[in-house]
């Protein structure tokens, strides 16, 4: 059974950074994507960034520039380093996984493993 669990969230000021991890267990077969998503109370889950298991990677327009995503080479950690982030960056961030897939989704729908979040806030 695959689990996912997120860690690096917290609080910063307008222009600051933060990286996010996500540690996974579990094997899917690959090959696979994991990404990043975020959500905001009363708003929907949307995808920030994703990478597949040979590399590409795919970004959400308010990311370009400024989120890295990347995963160690044993594919167990997932990482979202976050630069210039601004209040509205502020959401709770997830971490998840597909199943077996070719291209790199940045739909939610696409994602059947999750993590239980973490917290991102930017104060102005």
């Known amino acids: 059974q695959v689990q996912l669990v997120e860690s690096g969230g917290g609080s910063v000021q307008a222009g600051g950074s933060l990286i996010l991890s996500c540690k996974g267990s579990?094997?899917?077969?690959?090959?696979?994507?994991m990404g990043w998503f975020r959500q905001v109370v009363g708003g929907q889950r949307e995808g920030v960034a994703a990478?597949?298991?040979?590399?590409?990677?795919m970004y959400a327009d308010s990311a370009k520039g400024r989120f890295t995503i990347s995963r160690d080479n044993a594919g167990d950690i997932l990482s979202l380093h976050m630069g210039n982030l601004q209040p509205e960056d502020t959401a709770t961030y997830y971490c998840?996984?597909?199943?077996?897939?070719?291209?790199?989704?940045?739909?939610?729908?696409?994602?059947?493993?999750w993590g239980q979040g973490t917290q991102v806030t930017v104060s102005s």
């Open positions: 579990g094997r899917t077969p690959g090959p696979y994507s």
């Open positions: 990478i597949h298991t040979d590399g590409r990677q």
């Open positions: 998840a996984k597909t199943g077996y897939i070719l291209w790199v989704p940045l739909s939610a729908s696409h994602y059947t493993n």
